[in-house]
């Protein structure tokens, strides 16, 4: 009697990094909203951690959670691997997970910035490395095997302000490396950045910043997470996306102008020959 066969999930499955809490937890459960089965990445979020777990769950059954240090080198090799061994496959992965402390120009250090892109960009580049392994490895068994990363950036990258200066300096490498991934990684690996409005990190905003930054636009033309977690599905389900980033764009007030938007220049003067000298010859 010949050994049975393994059997290919046909539920595919997801890790999301920093899938606990806020943007990362609500993307979490659209994809299971939409029948992906995740793996829920976090750090500390131990009880956040579960309920997504448990809400994920309700909506597509399986999920699981997966605890990480991004910013240990060893931890980050071995999470993916880790996933691959509890769910058997893994067919996509969105590194949602972010490091994100104020800095200034003033108060910058390599401490700092060097933490910053362990967990920012680092790790999104060997977590994406590891999957484009796995669908190398499952391609002798499954010939049609693909996979897609789903960088989260960041519109400050195109609407820059002085402040946060390291995490913003990861978020610009991990958009060259969004680049570079796509093409080193293709065509078995589609990379593909989605850059949320600033307004989606309101929970780390503080005081009146975040009364400015809410009050700053009107109340139907404020951007809520569903833009970015349908930017990221859109990104997960269509094949022709990669090595670009979908950018969730906002609608200022007409009376503000876009903060990329160099004010108007008035239109130059008509040029007028100067008068000739009057004067005796």
């Known amino acids: 009697m010949s050994a049975p066969l393994p059997q290919i999930a046909t539920v595919s499955t997801v890790l999301v990094t ?3 809490k806020r943007l ?5 459960l659209k994809l299971a909203a939409n029948g992906w089965r995740v793996a829920v990445h976090y750090r500390d979020s131990v009880e956040e951690a579960r309920q997504t777990v448990a809400d994920c769950s309700r909506l597509t059954p399986g999920a699981q959670a997966f605890r990480s240090n991004l910013g240990n080198e060893t931890a980050v090799r071995h999470l993916l691997p880790t996933v691959i061994e509890s769910f058997g496959q893994v067919d996509a992965v969105v590194n949602c997970a972010s490091t994100f402390e104020h800095d200034t120009a003033a ?3 390599f401490e700092v910035m060097e933490k910053h892109m362990r967990s920012n960009a680092g790790a999104a580049i060997l977590i994406s490395q590891a999957l484009h392994t796995h669908i190398v490895e499952r391609r002798k068994t499954q010939p ?3 996979g897609v990363v789903v960088n989260l950036l960041d519109q ?3 609407n820059q302000t002085p402040d946060f200066v390291s995490y913003t300096l990861s978020k610009a490498a991990l958009d060259a490396a969004n680049s570079m991934l796509a093409l080193a990684l293709r065509p078995l690996v589609r990379v593909v950045g989605v850059a949320p409005v600033m307004g989606q990190h309101q929970p780390l905003l503080m005081g009146e910043k975040l009364e400015e930054r809410s009050a700053s636009l ?3 033309h404020r951007v809520t997470d569903l833009d970015t977690k349908a930017a990221v599905l859109l990104a997960l389900k269509e094949g022709s996306i990669t090595g670009t980033t979908l950018l969730v764009e906002e609608e200022l007030p007409k009376d503000k102008p876009h903060a990329s938007a160099p004010a108007a220049e008035p239109p130059p003067a008509p040029f007028v020959p100067p008068a000739r000298r009057q004067g005796r010859r």
Do not use: M, V, Y
């Not at 990362?24 to 979490?28: D, W």
């Open 18 to 20: 920093g899938a606990a």
């Open 24 to 28: 990362g937890r609500e993307i979490a």
């Open 107 to 109: 108060t910058f250090s």
């Open 144 to 146: 049609d095997a693909c």
């Open 156 to 158: 400050k990258l195109w």
């Open 218 to 220: 009107p109340e139907n």
